[in-house]
Every structure is written in C-alpha cells, then in structure tokens.
C-alpha cells in the first residue's frame, strides 16, 4: 500500500477541503500524511496522519528562494517526507512553482533529467492525449523539449500501451519552417534523433487546433504555452457543456430534449472533468509527483492522491527512466570526463 505525501496549503477552498480529499483516498486504500495548519485541517479519519505545518509559501513571489529559506513550510517538508523514505508520492495542492522547487532541492532530480515535466493525459474523447509540459518550465532549450518528447513518448506507451507513440511540436503551423527559434531547433533535433527511434514516431508540428483531433499521441511544448493551452481546452470545454445545459432549459422544447440528452451529456462532462484525471505527473524527479489544480474540490483532490498512489504501485518513474535509457534520452556525462552529472 502506497503512502502519499499532501501538502494542504494552497487550495483555493481551503485545506479541510483537501483533508476531505484525503480521508476519500484513504477509504479506497492510500495512507496519507497531511502537510498543514492542523487547525484548519480539523478531524481526520483512519488512514491519514495530521503533520502541523501552517507554514505557506504557495503564493511567494519566487517559489525556488522561498523553499531553500523556508524549511518549514507545509511543501517542503511533504518533500522532505518523500525524499526520507517516510512517503512515496507527493502531492501538492498549492503553486506549482514551490512544488517544483521543494522537489528539486528535496526529493532531487533523477539522474540524466534535463529538467522535471508536468504531463497531464488530456482526456479528449475517442483520442487520448499527452500534453507536456503544462507548467513546471516556462523557459527552455530545445534539447528540453527533445526529452520531454522522449519523457512523454515512455509515460504514453507504459500507460496506453502504444508501441511506438506519435510525438508532435506544438506550434504555430504544419510545416517545419513554422514556429520560433526554439520550436524551429527542437523540430531539427527531435526529428534526427527520432530517425529509426523504436520508442517513437516523430510526426512534426500540430497546430492548437488540432490537440483534440488525435493528430498525435503526445504533443510536446515549453511549460507556458502548455499550461496556457491546457487551461484554455479546458475552459472552453466547462464553458460549453454549461451553455448547452442554457440553451437546453431555455423553452419547453429544449427541456424535452435536455432530458432526452442528460444521460449522454452527463457522461460527456465525466470524461472531460479535469478532476476525475486528478492533475498532472510530475517526472523527473526521483519519486513520483502529482500536481492538482488548486481549485479542485474533495473529489479531485482524491483522485490526485489515487493518481499518486497508483504510479507508484506502477513504477512509473522506474519505468518511464528505463524506457528514455533504451531510447538513448538520457542526458549524460562528456566521454572524457570523469566528472558526474549534476542532480
């Protein structure tokens, strides 16, 4: 049974929603240990331990200085519980920015990792899809974005099954010549080490629009424009499933035809829930990460914590390393140094 750090700072409801979140993992079979004001937090049932830790750094200005001088805050010390042993997972439902942070200098970057990646399984009907990264960097360099892809390209076969995923750039347009300088540099690199790759089939550029089509199985972009583009499908999705239910309550007619539809529209707004996916993973550091969004209720709060305990029962991070090793996606040391890699 998988233990899973919470840091409950953060939530925009507050952290007894995310200590309700916790006790629904808990009666589906996850330990949790819950990082945050144990006065808020209140009454907790079996399966959840209460560490006391008030202490926020979710809305610091600049979450790295704020988590190397703020060792008590509720993020770093559910990092320090993962990185010690006591938890296998983290889950932080506060700013991403700080979760990354207190896993880097805590949990610490697994060897040959450039940089760590959100990866959130868009849950695009008929044509699941991989986005990567949705937040953890908002600058990178082309060899960054090569990893991801080869990063995205492990998670998308281990948890689909795909032989050999079709991996894409998101950009500006179709053609290679489409994009800035560091889509343009990440096209040329991705597609020469993809040349002959078994571990994926580098298929060029999508468009925006084309993220929902099914174009590709893993769709590769620096952190802020996949957070913007994830934020943005899922606003449009929320937004017209709640005008349809408008316009469809609006006449007599359009109730009849409102009820005939409800069972279908109702499953509809299940698979596309961002909380029934419970956030996005975290790869890259040494043990698993999943990061909600702060707005979540219980209900996604418990399934970011499942989510958590679920990759860790699955090895998703030893699995999706292994796989990068036999695809040569790791990062390593010049030839003729002796010097290691730093973590």
Not at 148 to 167: D, N, S
Not at 202 to 211: D, I, P
Not at 215 to 222: G, L, R, S, W, Y
């Amino acid at each position: 049974m998988a233990t899973v750090a919470v840091d409950a700072n953060g939530a925009d409801l507050g952290p007894r929603e995310v200590a309700e979140g916790a006790m629904l993992a808990a009666r589906a079979g996850v330990r949790v240990i819950l990082f945050g004001p144990a006065d808020r937090i209140g009454e907790v049932g079996d399966g959840v331990t209460v560490v006391d830790a008030p202490v926020s750094i979710a809305k610091a200005p600049e979450p790295a200085s704020a988590a190397r001088s703020t060792p008590d805050a509720s993020i770093v010390r559910a990092a320090r519980a993962v990185a010690d042993g006591e938890a296998d997972a983290l889950v932080s439902a506060g700013s991403t920015g700080a979760a990354l942070a207190a896993g880097l200098f805590n949990i610490k970057r697994a060897k040959g990792i450039h940089r760590p990646a959100l990866a959130i399984a868009l849950p695009m009907p008929e044509h699941p899809v991989t986005l990567l990264d949705v937040g953890a960097n908002a600058d990178v360099r082309p060899e960054h974005l090569v990893q991801f892809a080869f990063m995205g390209a492990a998670l998308a076969t281990m948890r689909q099954g795909l032989e050999r995923p079709r991996v894409a750039l998101l950009s500006n347009g179709e053609e290679p010549t489409r994009g800035n300088e560091l889509v343009l540099e990440a096209h040329r690199l991705l597609a020469e080490r993809a040349a002959g790759s078994p571990a994926l089939e580098f298929v060029g550029n999508v468009e925006g629009t084309q993220l929902p089509t099914g174009a590709a199985d893993v769709i590769v972009a620096d952190g802020f424009t996949g957070n913007v583009a994830l934020k943005l499908i899922e606003g449009v999705s929320q937004r017209l499933l709640a005008v349809i239910r408008d316009h469809a309550t609006a006449t007599a007619r359009g109730r009849v035809g409102g009820l005939l539809l409800r069972p279908s529209l109702r499953g509809l707004r299940d698979e596309i829930d961002p909380e029934a996916q419970g956030g996005a993973y975290l790869l890259g550091l040494r043990k698993l990460g999943v990061v909600p969004h702060g707005r979540f209720t219980r209900v996604g709060f418990a399934n970011a914590i499942r989510a958590a305990a679920r990759g860790v029962e699955e090895d998703v991070v030893g699995r999706t390393l292994a796989a990068m090793d036999a695809a040569g996606a790791l990062r390593r040391p010049p030839s003729d140094s002796v010097a290691t890699v730093p973590e």
